[in-house]
């Protein structure tokens, strides 16, 4: 540590708190009280309420050595924005609490909270309390995100009937093929002062990894055009384990068309300079954060003219399995939840 940083210390738990939130502005009428008092308080009157908690542990989820603090703050905000926006509704108000080890310096949370405040300021999301404490193993950030949608417009997991069309938005496989092209350069710096990484013409799926969005323009997009879906999730453990959860709550099964799987130009080149196979990256990746809903089949003819949306196949009944549909059509390849474990050892 340098001499102009700040040791947490100095500050004690309720100095460190004011620094951070300091001059924070509401964005919603929902939000009547903020930091300051031993808890905020929200008020929602014809709204149902939405509650998402996520948590992020440094050498699980995140790797300090790519991943700059802002970048840090502002994903893990936004990946619980995405939550709320699965389930059709706005996120309106977040809690941050952090576990920190003396490593990290005042300056270096003013930098993470810097990034949660980007995010809070883009979407629209008050930022209205949190906790802080000593950590013995790195950085853990937990939020916990509150929305609101109205009774009739909340969409679940369970909704999705037989013949439902299954669409997601976006591309699919850029963050994971993002993050294994930042491994591999942080394998290649090691030991190496003057190494400068190389993501010429790859730039895409690095901030796919590094900075995500949530889809909050797919959900605006679709209750301007009058389509609420049946069901819907975000992609956030991969393609295949979403559909899996979708059919399992839903009681149906599920074909999705191997060559109508939205995969990006940056993506099919990393996954060939790895060689790596593509759709096992674009259905078992994670962390791309996209909308995966079904919509019923009368209202084909709307989703396919939205941008951002692709039909990628339909729902079936359950005892025909979950399964993808080979890119020559003759082969149906069972789908298996081969995306992301946070207890598996390896």
Request: net charge negative; hydrophobic share 35%.
């Amino acid at each position: 540590m340098n001499h102009s940083e700040t040791e947490i210390a100095q500050l004690g738990e309720f100095g460190l708190i004011d620094r951070l939130t300091r001059d924070i502005k509401f964005h919603n009428a929902s939000t009547i009280k903020g930091v300051g008092d031993d808890a905020a308080v929200m008020s929602y009157h014809d709204s149902e309420v939405l509650i998402s908690s996520d948590m992020l542990v440094e050498g699980v989820h995140f790797d300090l050595t790519y991943m700059p603090l802002k970048h840090l703050g502002y994903k893990a905000a936004v990946v619980n924005f995405s939550d709320i926006y699965a389930m059709n509704g706005k996120p309106r108000q977040i809690t941050v609490s952090l576990a920190v080890s003396s490593r990290f310096t005042v300056e270096h949370l003013e930098e993470l909270y810097s990034g949660i405040r980007l995010a809070c300021e883009i979407y629209g999301v008050d930022l209205v309390g949190g906790d802080t404490t000593g950590s013995k193993s790195g950085l853990v950030i937990s939020i916990t995100c509150v929305g609101d949608a109205s009774k009739d417009s909340i969409v679940y997991r369970d909704g999705a009937r037989p013949t439902d069309l299954i669409c997601v938005s976006g591309d699919l496989g850029a963050a994971y093929m993002g993050l294994q092209l930042l491994e591999r350069e942080k394998v290649a710096s090691a030991g190496r002062q003057d190494f400068v990484p190389d993501f010429a013409g790859k730039e895409y799926i690095v901030e796919r990894q590094l900075k995500p969005e949530a889809r909050r323009d797919i959900i605006d997009e679709l209750a301007k055009n009058g389509i609420k879906p049946t069901s819907m999730m975000d992609v956030s453990d991969g393609l295949s384990s979403e559909l899996l959860h979708i059919c399992k709550q839903s009681h149906t099964g599920c074909r999705v068309y191997e060559d109508r799987i939205p995969i990006d130009y940056q993506t099919a080149v990393m996954a060939e300079e790895l060689n790596m196979n593509l759709v096992t990256a674009a259905m078992n990746g994670g962390e791309d954060y996209e909308l995966l809903f079904t919509v019923p089949l009368s209202d084909h003819d709307r989703i396919e003219k939205l941008p951002g949306i692709k039909i990628i196949g339909y729902i079936t009944e359950p005892d025909l399995g979950c399964a993808l549909i080979t890119r020559d059509g003759e082969s149906e390849i069972p789908l298996t939840a081969q995306g992301w474990n946070h207890f598996d050892k390896k």
